[in-house]
């Protein structure tokens, strides 16, 4: 499963140690999340969401995201006349 | 090494030691337990100062899996369901059945050891002691289950310390 905790995470301005009081885990959960090496259950994929002010979908994908710079690449691409 | 708060829900105090230094504990402790077991098993009582040197294996070995389970692991390994995450609970299964698997194999290579050894020409069981290369004696079987005990006891905390990638909590 792939994630965007960490660029979420960032543009709140939370540490990980933040958002761990906030979800109720342990800091190094939020690194194992951020990397990839644990897939949270719904109930904690949901308290992220609710945090970070994100969709559960925005936050974790089956497939990898786009790049942010492709994403925008594509939507400057889109708004030229 | 000092006394520091768990980063658990619990705020429990462990002594906080590096990833590192319980891997080295933990290899430490268990390896000198089991060494201390297998050469106590075959020296003879002749060799006073050498049965010294092999007693103080069994206090390291004793002493590392006490100072391991006083660590921050004990609440990860042995800590309540509440006390600790999702993902620290599903490492601290996997941990368990590491360990589970750890002490199967210790009964399957003791009992394939005896099966083997009573196969040979030994002595015959005689009262409290059977046949082996050397006398099993009441002795041997309780150093066996201190071995056991100890050796079951430092490893969920061990396997945590081995899975353990020592990153900070910021970031």
């Known amino acids: ?81 | 090494m000092m006394l520091r708060k768990t980063t658990t829900k619990t705020n429990r105090y462990a002594l906080a030691i590096s990833p590192r230094v319980a891997r080295v504990l933990s290899v430490l402790s268990i390896g000198s337990l089991w060494a201390w077991f297998f050469l106590k098993f075959y020296l003879t009582a002749e060799s006073t100062w050498l049965m010294r040197a092999v007693g103080e294996l069994a206090l390291l070995g004793v002493g590392g899996s006490m100072i391991l389970f006083a660590t921050q692991y004990l609440n990860q390994a042995y800590g309540e369901d509440h006390e600790i995450d999702e993902r620290e609970r599903s490492a601290r299964d996997r941990a368990y059945r590491v360990a589970l698997n750890y002490v199967l194999w210790v009964f399957v290579l003791t009992f394939v050891t005896l099966e083997v050894a009573g196969a040979r020409d030994v002595p015959k069981a005689t009262g409290s002691a059977i046949g082996f290369p050397a006398v099993i004696s009441k002795g041997v079987v309780e150093n066996f289950l201190v071995v056991l005990f100890f050796t079951t006891f430092a490893l969920p905390p061990a396997i945590l310390a081995w899975w353990d990638r020592g990153e900070s909590d910021e970031g």
């Open chain 1, 1 to 81: 499963m792939h994630n965007r905790i960490a660029l979420f995470r960032a543009e709140r301005g939370l540490s990980r140690k933040a958002l761990a009081e906030a979800v109720d885990v342990n800091p190094q959960t939020i690194g194992f999340l951020e990397r990839g090496d644990y897939s949270p259950s719904v109930e904690l994929a949901l308290r992220l969401a609710q945090v970070l002010g994100a969709r559960v979908e925005m936050l974790f994908a089956l497939d990898p995201f786009p790049s942010l710079a492709d994403q925008l690449g594509a939507t400057a691409e889109s708004e030229t006349p």
